[in-house]
């Protein structure tokens, strides 16, 4: 893929697909809002974005979206889940326990961080050892990461938790990275599709 933009899908069932969009096209990618299963040939990675969890399992399950989503997460191809998106890729969902996708050895609690009155705007720290930089972060009615397995591995931290982490070709992020004018974590994932 040398030398061409990759097509990278942005689920468009439900939350602010649109400003992923915008910020993957800003950190050089093409973009296509996925609404349909059978759009899922056309691009080589996925973005789930934020929303409502529980809005988004009836959705998903309305169509054939959980074996459409584990097909295209098998065939290699990289999906980032922010919050809510975080959720649906998880192994186990706490608070209350609910159905997800299990591409990520990892534990999220719901709501961890409390309310929308409880949102907040923070400074955490991307890369680890000697490569770590200051990386904006907003969260929304966040999921925690309690519990990550063996095989994934924490890129992010805030106020003492991990809040993006990578398993494979899946990454997960607890924050909104969408919503602030910083592409590194659209850049990292562009780098993983291609």
Sequence with gaps: MAGKRPLIGVLGLQGDYH????????????????????????????????????????????????????????????????????????????????????????????NSYGRQVESFEGTGTFGTGRQERPLPMIFIRAPRIRRLGPRAKALAFCRGDCVLARQGPVLVASFHPELTADLTVHRYFIGMVA
């Design 19 to 110: 400003a992923h969009g915008r910020m993957l096209e800003a950190a050089g990618a093409r973009t296509q809002v996925v609404k349909k299963t059978e759009q899922l040939r056309r691009v080589q990675g996925l973005v789930i974005p934020g929303g409502e969890s529980t809005a988004l399992i009836k959705l998903m399950d309305a169509g054939d979206w959980w074996e459409s989503l584990r097909i295209f997460a098998g065939a290699g191809k990289a999906i980032l889940g922010t919050c809510a998106g975080m959720i649906l890729l998880a192994s186990e969902v706490l608070n209350p326990p609910q159905k997800s996708l299990g591409l990520i050895d990892a534990t999220v609690e719901r």
